[in-house]
């Protein structure tokens, strides 16, 4: 190691590239320009078949090193004439260079094999993505990436126009050009490594937590038009999610417009039955199921027609015609679900500003990581998967709930999980009426929930997402035609609360577990 590096920022001339890609995009048409220009390409197994099929001259790797490809290919590139060749600084290392044998290599294209495709096969075990880790690719990319004083490395085939317009233009390519690409290059390795970590330990929340992704959008702004913003994607992920949808029409997704959507499907994947969610500032404002989508929508939406306005709906059930031609009657900002008809989508497209997103199947919400920004760091935590059960219930009045009112608890409960605490949830005839949500008060939050259920209270059941500690919210909901609380319990004053239900003819279910969401 040198004690006192210097780096050398002038432009540099290409005379040799090694090229090696599992990704070969636009490789036959960069190999004929580099050709062209008189650059010598080296080259090994695909990548050089690819190659020499159009008529591009090309040297074997194993030709220049006079070393075979051993061990089934996991060792081709390992060689100090290659390593050498690219770890070289050409001010400081001529003699060795010259001693040894060894040519410059100025351009490294390379690009890995997509080890997310690996892990996400059916068949594949820990033997199957072992065997597919790349060795050799990633050892040349992170040396040409540091030694951009004189190298040049490119990992995305976007790039190659970039390095041949240089080229082109001026002979050379500039020291700006391999600063930025380095950056890049050791950004893919980067990815690469983590996708490998993150597949290989035994922990999710593991005393090492790496993330990474990959840019899936450039959005105007964020929340706040101050504010910039952009979409990333987990790297191979084609689950059916709101960045994966098909979008049939209407303006790009906003930020704002990607988080309601992913709370609708967050919520809407609670249920398995026909179901309609109406959210509204990642909350949702109204949800119903039921057997006929066009029923279901219109209670879903009628829950808080207030609320709706400018809201995101989702179903999960294919939208025909009947309930595209009722939503048109409203402005909302995104229609989504698994499939349209020819028909809906007909009727949708005469209103060209709403988005309308095909999800593909809805299936049940899985067990992934959330994480949140915290000065300093980051917090993470499974996402609540939990599914409550009739089992799970434990009635603690003298008046007991009906089968019917334990229905209508269970699915209360799971739109419940999906409002902001402090939450409070109204429901009637698997329809929520009332939704009290995100205030620093549980009183505060029955208030709202009751203010907006209006007459619809009568013969409703009201869900609460952590205990009372206080009876007042019991003595609060008394005569308004509340007949059943749902809540975890676990407060020191549950006998308080359960004492003022006895009073009021009010029957309470303990679920023996929360669903708070801040």
Same mark, same amino acid.
């Given at each position: 190691?040198?004690?006192?590096?210097?780096?050398?920022?002038?432009?540099?001339?290409?005379?040799?590239?090694?090229?090696?890609?599992?990704?070969?995009?636009?490789?036959?048409?960069?190999?004929?320009?580099?050709?062209?220009?008189?650059?010598?390409?080296?080259?090994?197994?695909?990548?050089?078949?690819?190659?020499?099929?159009?008529?591009?001259?090309?040297?074997?790797?194993?030709?220049?090193?006079?070393?075979?490809?051993?061990?089934?290919?996991?060792?081709?590139?390992?060689?100090?004439?290659?390593?050498?060749?690219?770890?070289?600084?050409?001010?400081?290392?001529?003699?060795?260079?010259?001693?040894?044998?060894?040519?410059?290599?100025?351009?490294?294209?390379?690009?890995?094999?997509?080890?997310?495709?690996?892990?996400?096969?059916?068949?594949?075990?820990?033997?199957?993505?072992?065997?597919?880790?790349?060795?050799?690719?990633?050892?040349?990319?992170?040396?040409?990436?540091?030694?951009?004083?004189?190298?040049?490395?490119?990992?995305?085939?976007?790039?190659?126009?970039?390095?041949?317009?240089?080229?082109?233009?001026?002979?050379?390519?500039?020291?700006?050009?391999?600063?930025?690409?380095?950056?890049?290059?050791?950004?893919?390795?980067?990815?690469?490594?983590?996708?490998?970590?993150?597949?290989?330990?035994?922990?999710?929340?593991? *005393? $090492?937590? =790496?993330? &990474?992704?990959?840019?899936?959008?450039?959005?105007? %702004?964020?929340?706040?038009?101050?504010?910039? #913003? !952009?979409?990333?994607?987990?790297?191979?992920?084609?689950?059916? *999610? $709101?960045? =994966?949808? &098909?979008?049939?029409?209407?303006?790009?997704?906003? %930020?704002?417009?990607?988080?309601?959507?992913? #709370? !609708?499907?967050?919520?809407?994947?609670?249920?398995?039955?026909?179901?309609?969610?109406?959210?509204?500032?990642?909350?949702?404002?109204?949800?119903?199921?039921?057997?006929?989508?066009?029923?279901?929508?219109?209670?879903?939406?009628?829950?808080?027609?207030?609320?709706?306005?400018?809201?995101?709906?989702?179903?999960?059930?294919?939208?025909?015609?009947?309930?595209?031609?009722?939503?048109?009657?409203?402005?909302?900002?995104?229609?989504?679900?698994?499939?349209?008809?020819?028909?809906?989508?007909?009727?949708?497209?005469?209103?060209?500003?709403?988005?309308?997103?095909?999800?593909?199947?809805?299936?049940?919400?899985?067990?992934?990581?959330?994480?949140?920004?915290?000065?300093?760091?980051?917090?993470?935590?499974?996402?609540?998967?939990?599914?409550?059960?009739?089992?799970?219930?434990?009635?603690?009045?003298?008046?007991?709930?009906?089968?019917?009112?334990?229905?209508?608890?269970?699915?209360?409960?799971?739109?419940?999980?999906?409002?902001?605490?402090?939450?409070?949830?109204?429901?009637?005839?698997?329809?929520?009426?009332?939704?009290?949500?995100?205030?620093?008060?549980?009183?505060?939050?029955?208030?709202?929930?009751?203010?907006?259920?209006?007459?619809?209270?009568?013969?409703?059941?009201?869900?609460?997402?952590?205990?009372?500690?206080?009876?007042?919210?019991?003595?609060?909901?008394?005569?308004?035609?509340?007949?059943?609380?749902?809540?975890?319990?676990?407060?020191?004053?549950?006998?308080?609360?359960?004492?003022?239900?006895?009073?009021?003819?009010?029957?309470?279910?303990?679920?023996?577990?929360?669903?708070?969401?801040?």
């Amino acid at each position: 190691m040198l004690d006192n590096p210097t780096l050398n920022k002038n432009n540099i001339k290409i005379k040799r590239a090694l090229i090696s890609v599992f990704d070969k995009t636009g490789l036959p048409e960069l190999g004929k320009e580099l050709d062209n220009i008189g650059i010598e390409i080296l080259s090994t197994g695909g990548s050089a078949k690819t190659l020499r099929d159009n008529s591009v001259a090309v040297m074997d790797v194993s030709d220049y090193t006079k070393f075979p490809e051993i061990m089934d290919g996991r060792v081709k590139t390992i060689n100090p004439l290659i390593e050498g060749g690219i770890l070289g600084l050409r001010d400081t290392h001529k003699e060795d260079a010259e001693n040894n044998k060894i040519k410059w290599i100025d351009l490294v294209i390379c690009n890995l094999y997509p080890f997310s495709k690996t892990i996400s096969r059916e068949d594949c075990d820990t033997a199957l993505a072992l065997e597919n880790i790349d060795i050799g690719g990633p050892t040349m990319i992170r040396s040409a990436a540091k030694n951009i004083g004189w190298v040049v490395v490119v990992v995305d085939p976007n790039d190659y126009v970039l390095i041949i317009d240089e080229l082109k233009n001026n002979n050379e390519i500039s020291y700006k050009t391999r600063l930025s690409l380095s950056s890049k290059a050791f950004g893919h390795t980067a990815q690469y490594d983590t996708i490998i970590h993150n597949y290989l330990k035994e922990h999710q929340l593991s *005393n $090492v937590f =790496n993330l &990474t992704y990959k840019k899936h959008s450039e959005m105007r %702004y964020g929340e706040n038009p101050h504010q910039s #913003a !952009a979409a990333f994607q987990i790297p191979g992920d084609k689950s059916n *999610n $709101v960045l =994966n949808a &098909t979008i049939h029409q209407g303006k790009k997704l906003s %930020y704002n417009n990607i988080m309601d959507a992913d #709370a !609708a499907l967050a919520c809407l994947k609670e249920f398995r039955s026909t179901a309609c969610v109406v959210v509204k500032h990642a909350n949702p404002c109204g949800v119903a199921r039921g057997e006929e989508i066009v029923d279901v929508y219109k209670r879903a939406f009628n829950a808080d027609s207030l609320s709706a306005f400018g809201g995101i709906i989702a179903m999960n059930k294919e939208c025909n015609s009947l309930v595209a031609n009722e939503i048109s009657k409203v402005f909302v900002e995104i229609v989504l679900a698994p499939s349209f008809t020819k028909k809906a989508l007909s009727v949708f497209s005469k209103k060209k500003n709403l988005r309308v997103l095909e999800i593909g199947d809805i299936n049940p919400r899985e067990k992934l990581i959330e994480i949140r920004n915290v000065v300093g760091g980051i917090i993470v935590q499974e996402t609540d998967t939990s599914i409550t059960t009739k089992e799970n219930l434990k009635t603690v009045t003298k008046i007991k709930p009906t089968e019917t009112d334990i229905d209508t608890m269970l699915f209360g409960w799971k739109v419940l999980k999906h409002v902001k605490s402090n939450g409070i949830l109204i429901v009637k005839d698997n329809t929520t009426v009332g939704v009290g949500a995100g205030q620093v008060s549980r009183v505060d939050s029955v208030d709202i929930a009751m203010k907006k259920s209006g007459e619809s209270i009568q013969g409703s059941i009201l869900c609460s997402d952590a205990f009372f500690p206080f009876r007042d919210s019991i003595d609060k909901i008394a005569g308004s035609g509340i007949k059943a609380v749902l809540q975890p319990g676990g407060s020191v004053r549950d006998n308080e609360v359960i004492s003022a239900c006895n009073e009021h003819g009010i029957s309470m279910v303990f679920t023996g577990e929360r669903c708070f969401k801040h």
